[in-house]
């Protein structure tokens, strides 16, 4: 059982380029997450996605975006990386939401930003 | 949203217990407290949760005080392998989403 899986787990990017981390989970959750992680701090909630088909914003959503491509996977875009957005990013699943689902995290994806 | 409060860091003698304090003072009714640790730069570990009862699993006890307030996390006989950082968070249910804080990074030597 896989659970969370991330792609890419390392990626460096040159300023102003796009690109996009993925991340599916086999679990059968309904919610999907997206956090940013920058050294010495706690996760920050990007994006979500309660259902398939809804995607809401989280704390720091400014400069991604988000796609609900089915139930299994959630992407998260960045069009023009900045060197803001360097960072780990963790994907997470849970259950239904409004319950007590316990959220399963990705091993992460460590994004440089030149 | 229902925001949390901890120490930023504690030790602990490997074997002994491990109590780890977590203030929420502006919890609604119906929002749960979670518990989950992050080892190294690995994705967080979910640990215990609860609403208002104490909550006890193979990880770890959960004390939440009467008027939930506050909350605290025991690991009962901490090993080196519980050196990490915990964090204490308030899941928010409608829309669903767990914010996290800052943690408490807890260093168990021994």
């Known amino acids: 059982n896989a659970g969370v899986t991330q792609t890419p787990k390392f990626q460096v990017l040159k300023t102003g380029q796009s690109m996009t981390l993925q991340c599916a989970q086999d679990m059968n959750h309904n919610s999907m997450y997206w956090y940013r992680q920058d050294p010495g701090m706690g996760l920050r909630l990007i994006y979500y996605?309660?259902?398939?088909?809804?995607?809401d914003k989280g704390e720091v959503p400014n400069g991604y975006n988000v796609s609900r491509l089915n139930k299994r996977e959630f992407s998260l875009r960045l069009e023009s990386a900045a060197p803001s957005q360097t960072s780990v990013y963790f994907c997470?699943?849970?259950?239904?939401?409004?319950?007590?689902?316990?959220?399963?995290f990705g091993e992460g994806s460590r994004l440089t930003v030149l | 949203d229902a925001k949390t409060t901890q120490p930023p860091s504690m030790d602990c003698a490997e074997g002994r217990a491990a109590n780890l304090p977590c203030n929420h003072s502006?919890?609604?009714?119906?929002?749960?407290v979670y518990w989950y640790r992050q080892i190294h730069s690995q994705g967080p570990q979910y640990i215990i949760h609860g609403l208002k009862n104490n909550e006890t699993n193979e990880m770890a006890s959960l004390i939440i005080t009467e008027d939930r307030k506050s909350s605290t996390l025991i690991l009962p006989h901490a090993t080196l392998r519980d050196t990490a950082v915990y964090y204490c968070?308030?899941?928010?249910?409608?829309?669903?989403?767990?914010?996290f804080g800052t943690g408490t990074r807890l260093q168990v030597f021994p």
């Open positions: 502006t919890i609604s009714g119906n929002e749960y």
């Open positions: 996605s309660a259902s398939e088909g809804t995607t």
């Open positions: 997470a699943s849970s259950t239904t939401s409004g319950d007590t689902g316990e959220l399963f």
């Open positions: 968070i308030v899941r928010v249910a409608r829309p669903d989403k767990l914010i």
